[in-house]
């Protein structure tokens, strides 16, 4: 029985490989996409708060890797739019945010984790060769889209796959289908065949020949029940370059609280919106990571009031990244802000004994604790986020405790991370065409 399921499949796949390039539009859609973002709800979370921590501190590794620019601690310092909602994704069992797409024809939706740190889209595919986690939906599968077609070995979108994925592609050398595989620092990842299909964000907004990897072997926890992940980062064959000629290119996001609404991810150069709502920082491109959409970190003030550190403190890389959990800082600046905000804290609330690496915490609730000294990210250009109590503060591992949600960056590399808790209700605009981001606080209506 299984070698005859062997060879069905294997014909399945000589007939679906697709020397086909991304069918693309030459001018750009004026309607635009809109998808809403969910966020999953901790009380369904198949993940605790100390496999979150461990998951967030070996994401932000590999990013600190990816920018090769880790100095590891030597000093004595300890025209047009589309949009989609976002929804946390602790409601289907994982961490994050995530938006529903529709893919093949006929159109089927599943829910995709957001990850603007990583440019390969991929989502789990029928017959699941090795390995499937469960998922809200129905698996897809391939064999019964009218317009899904895989791509050869020697296809240019095969070849393209070292960039996007930082690993080389391989060929299945009886069927001659381009294999990829995509790994995550925490041990997650997924491996199988890379694919294209109609892509469905609305009724009206489509996108043939889409290009993603069709998941056999799928495993990590980070995806909770999700059906797979949405690549951002800046890259040909993330979702946001196969869509920028058809819709232009940029995106903006607004993440929402847990419990909040109006989340949204939208694409196109409509998507911006009057430029005046933003305030504005310059892309930085790093031959070492493309990918990454890198900003100039200038300062960091508390209740109003520059950190005590030297001007040198900010000379790091910072990455911005809806996927990291909080935000993470070198020594350098951590000590110093955890210490600031802790005298002003302290004079209101009762501090929490030092534990596991947490020096930050105080009795309470996030709706008790909320007398919070404001923290203001400061980037090159004048651009900031102005941080309120649902940015700066987490709850705790101990019950009834908050905590400050900075962290420090794994092994004190070089690098700042901002993560999705510091840019929670805040519009962030990717304007990719003009090596820019822009934010706008109130941004989730």
């Not at 599968?141 to 070995?153: A, G, L, R, V």
């Not at 915490?361 to 709706?367: A, D, I, K, Q, T």
């Not at 309120?388 to 900075?406: D, H, K, M, R, Y």
């Not at 092994?411 to 929670?424: D, E, P, R, T």
Request: charged share 10%; net charge neutral.
């Amino acid at each position: 029985m299984s070698s005859v399921w062997f060879l069905f499949v294997h014909f399945l796949l000589l007939a679906l490989i697709s020397p086909i390039a991304v069918s693309q539009a030459s001018t750009h859609d004026v309607d635009g996409i809109h998808l809403n973002i969910y966020r999953h709800a901790k009380s369904n979370s198949s993940l605790s708060s100390k496999s979150f921590a461990y998951y967030d501190k070996e994401r932000a590794k590999a990013l600190c890797l990816k920018l090769a620019h880790y100095v590891a601690a030597n000093n004595t310092t300890s025209v047009s739019t589309s949009q989609l909602p976002i929804k946390s994704m602790e409601a289907l069992g994982g961490s994050g945010f995530y938006v529903k797409i529709g893919l093949g024809t006929p159109t089927n939706y599943y829910s995709m984790v957001l990850d603007s740190a990583n440019a390969f889209t991929w989502l789990q595919c029928l017959p699941c060769s090795k390995h499937c986690h469960a998922q809200e939906n129905s698996i897809f599968n391939p064999y019964t889209s009218q317009t899904h077609k895989y791509f050869s070995c020697a296809s240019s979108q095969c070849s393209l796959l070292k960039i996007t994925t930082g690993m080389n592609p391989s060929c299945d050398a009886t069927s001659n289908v381009c294999e990829y595989q995509q790994n995550y620092q925490d041990g997650s990842y997924s491996t199988g065949y890379l694919s294209q299909d109609l892509l469905t964000l609305s009724q009206s907004q489509t996108l043939s020949g889409f290009v993603y990897g069709c998941g056999q072997d799928n495993r990590g926890d980070f995806y909770g029940r999700t059906a797979g992940v949405l690549g951002l980062a800046r890259d040909s064959l993330s979702m946001v370059g196969q869509l920028s000629s058809k819709y232009g290119y940029a995106f903006t996001y607004c993440l929402p609280t847990e419990g909040g609404q109006g989340g949204f991810l939208s694409f196109g150069s409509n998507s911006l919106g009057t430029p005046s709502a933003y305030k504005f920082t310059p892309l930085i491109q790093s031959s070492d990571s493309p990918t990454l959409y890198l900003v100039n970190l200038t300062g960091i003030t508390v209740a109003g009031k520059p950190l005590a550190v030297s001007v040198s403190s900010y000379k790091i890389s910072t990455v911005l990244d809806s996927g990291a959990g909080v935000t993470n800082l070198p020594a350098s600046l951590l000590t110093t802000l955890r210490k600031t905000f802790s005298q002003i804290m302290s004079n209101k609330y009762r501090k929490v004994p030092a534990y596991g690496g947490s020096d930050t915490c105080f009795y309470g609730s996030l709706s008790s604790v909320t007398d919070v000294p404001e923290i203001k990210l400061l980037f090159e250009g004048g651009a900031d986020l102005t941080l309120g109590p649902n940015n700066i503060l987490i709850e705790g591992q101990i019950s009834g405790t908050v905590c400050l949600a900075f962290t420090l960056t794994p092994q004190n590399y070089q690098v700042a991370i901002i993560g999705s808790q510091q840019q929670l209700t805040f519009k962030v605009a990717y304007d990719v065409s003009n090596s820019r981001v822009g934010f706008a606080a109130s941004g989730c209506t």
